[in-house]
């Protein structure tokens, strides 16, 4: 039996991970849970699923949580960059880590990977395209690999005109058409900004040049992501839109057991469509390329202003058309430190959030 830490219980991550411990619990103890704000089911779910120990909205105790010793397995399901301090103290703790924050590699994904290296804990992937790559490559050398193609359905905008952009609201932005995800992340897959930071997440999780990480529009959500190898042939991960599969797969990895969860009828699908993205209609894919290219503290500074930016969409305070303008405005104002150390990232990271603010004063 594994004892198991899951960062961010409440969330939808979160509560589909307690739901795949429902049906092993002869092979999962919860260790530990947290949460930020929802305490009243995080101690429902203390209540039901007993954990040694219980965290809400104290970010050293987190710290502490993750790297704790009788940990086995840490579910790193905490949104946003608040996440980066908890995964590098299980990394430093030599923990297997089931990642589905993607965040933090995105602000430090050089320092997560090195550390990752010199301990030897092992990153899991959860997110559902990264989750597909990791199964698509298992056993492959890296060499072998000429492009990765990461899936998008396009969200709920896809077959919004470019011209009513402006005018979206916060409750359209977050109705996505396939996953129930919560409020950020709907309106980063609103804004395509999600398949940007995954663009750049895959460039550290497994080494592939950004020019080789490519999106793909697949509106049935379906295959879950592609891998294209130098022979010309292509791998793609296909599955049901759950997300309690892949949250399964890192949690019991390298095992797969029946999930009990339906397959997809490829009959009663019939087809599968795949479109290129609109760079113009989604302008956060090409800042999130671009700063994956300039490197250094770049994608730190993308990530913060786009976390603050959401926020102040989602409380109607912008429109959804200034949420890449001012990410664009940041990244041009920022003097990127080239090798940063993780004190270079938090400040990084904390220049773009008063920078953001400050705009608005």
Request: charged fraction near 25%; hydrophobic fraction near 45%.
């Amino acid at each position: 039996m594994k004892n198991l830490v899951i960062l961010g219980s409440t969330g939808s991550i979160g509560q589909n991970a307690l739901d795949v411990v429902r049906r092993f619990k002869k092979r999962f103890k919860v260790l530990g849970l947290s949460a930020n704000n929802n305490t009243d089911l995080l101690a429902a779910q203390a209540k039901e699923f007993k954990p040694e120990f219980v965290v809400a909205k104290d970010s050293d105790a987190l710290i502490r949580l993750a790297g704790h010793k009788k940990a086995d397995i840490v579910l790193m399901a905490i949104s946003g960059s608040a996440a980066l301090r908890p995964l590098i103290a299980a990394i430093d703790a030599g923990k297997k880590i089931a990642l589905a924050n993607k965040e933090a590699l995105v602000a430090a994904g050089g320092i997560v990977m090195k550390r990752a290296k010199a301990s030897g804990a092992r990153i899991i992937p959860v997110d559902s395209e990264h989750s597909a790559v990791f199964q698509c490559i298992e056993g492959a050398k890296k060499s072998d690999i000429k492009n990765i193609f990461l899936t998008a359905t396009g969200g709920p905008l896809k077959d919004t005109p470019a011209a009513k952009m402006r005018f979206v609201s916060p409750k359209q932005a977050i109705r996505h058409p396939r996953w129930s995800m919560g409020k950020k992340i709907s309106v980063d897959s609103a804004t395509m900004m999600n398949k940007g930071l995954e663009v750049i997440e895959a460039n550290w999780l497994f080494g592939v040049d950004i020019d080789n990480i490519k999106i793909i529009v697949h509106p049935e959500a379906v295959v879950h992501s592609m891998v294209e190898f130098n022979d010309g042939s292509v791998i793609a991960q296909m599955g049901a839109t759950d997300m309690r599969l892949p949250i399964q797969y890192a949690l019991l990895y390298p095992e797969r057991i029946a999930s009990g969860l339906n397959g997809i009828d490829l009959a009663a699908i019939k087809k599968l469509n795949f479109l290129a993205p609109d760079f113009k209609k989604f302008p956060c894919i090409k800042l999130a390329y671009e700063a994956a290219k300039t490197g250094g503290t770049m994608p730190a500074v993308l990530n913060a202003a786009n976390e603050e930016l959401v926020a102040m969409f989602l409380d109607s305070n912008i429109r959804l058309t200034d949420i890449a303008k001012g990410v664009a405005k940041v990244m041009n104002k920022h003097k990127t430190v080239k090798n940063p150390g993780l004190t270079d990232i938090l400040k990084s990271d904390k220049w773009a959030r008063e920078e953001v603010n400050g705009c608005r004063r």
